[in-house]
């Protein structure tokens, strides 16, 4: 490509948006390709792969993604690796996650995050998670004496601190603090 000297910011931010949009809609339009392929013409679809120059994983994890998404279901607003973050759960869960990300302006990194802190957090509230820390004899000492000033069990008043702290930055689709603790091996 070669860009003219005098090309302004903007002209040049409108050329990077419209570069991205047809690179993005080329890795759908490659997938769809290739499941078209399969479908009609199963004796020279590899053939077919070769002449892309493409790495066969590549144009695989196209289709995989393609076929997971009619066109139908595709976000215009989010791209196709957007997609391909939640290509493997269940559709009820995609839509959840693809709404999420439209709605909060993710990154597909940023959903890609979320995701796996949602998969790492219990999603029921009946779990309980067992957590395991280890701290120095004077501060265990001065955070007991501080529980039971607050008239609280020692575990109960470590869970209540954590929630307030949690609370000044909530996460989104996380759920806040439990009505009953879960059990913290301390």
Known sequence: MSLPPDLSLSEWR????????????????????LIFGQEHYPDRYRRALKQTSLDYQTLRNYAW?????????????LSFQHHAEVAAVSEAEQDVWLTRAE????????????MRMRR?????????AVVHVSVV?????????????????????IIRMLDEAAAD???PGIPGPATDPPALGV
């Open 14 to 33: 409108h050329l990077g948006q419209q570069i991205h949009t047809i690179a993005d809609s080329s890795a759908w339009w490659l997938g769809d390709w």
């Open 65 to 77: 993604v393609a076929r997971k998404f009619e066109p139908g279901r595709r976000r215009a607003r």
């Open 103 to 114: 709605e909060g302006g993710w990154t597909r990194n940023e959903l890609r995050r979320r």
């Open 120 to 128: 790492q957090t219990p999603e029921e509230p009946d779990e309980r």
């Open 137 to 157: 004899a004077e501060r265990r000492i001065r955070w007991q004496r501080a529980a039971e000033i607050a008239g609280l069990d020692f575990r109960e008043w």
């Open 169 to 171: 930055d909530p996460v």
